[in-house]
């Protein structure tokens, strides 16, 4: 991890939009957050909602820090593969 002045980010390989929409009904974590401090924590786990237009445009829906789904860039986030009965928990709490 990259520290500059407030801005944090994680050095990672970015991933095509048809790659990243495999995922998307699944979870994410956070990599960049640069202009959404508050809405979105580095590292943290996010869940992904479908939205193929939106991915069209290298957007991703995800349920932020506010509980509400919106829109960021897809290179804000890498999706991750959660162990069966950790998916299903953090789906419920969803």
């Known amino acids: ?3 500059r ?6 050095d990672c ?10 995922h998307m009904n699944e979870f994410v974590v956070c990599v960049r957050n640069e202009g959404y401090e508050a809405s979105l924590e580095l590292c943290k786990i996010y869940q992904a909602i479908p939205d193929a237009g ?5 957007l991703l829906r995800v349920i932020d820090e506010s509980g509400e789904d919106y829109l960021y860039p897809q290179d804000f986030f890498l999706p991750i593969e ?3 009965a950790i998916e299903k928990a953090f ?3 969803a």
């Open 1 to 3: 991890m990259k520290l």
């Open 5 to 10: 002045g407030k801005r944090r980010t994680v």
């Open 13 to 22: 390989g970015l991933l095509t939009s048809r790659e990243l929409n495999k």
């Open 54 to 58: 939106a991915a069209r445009h290298h």
């Open 82 to 84: 959660l162990p069966k």
């Open 91 to 93: 789906s419920a709490l």
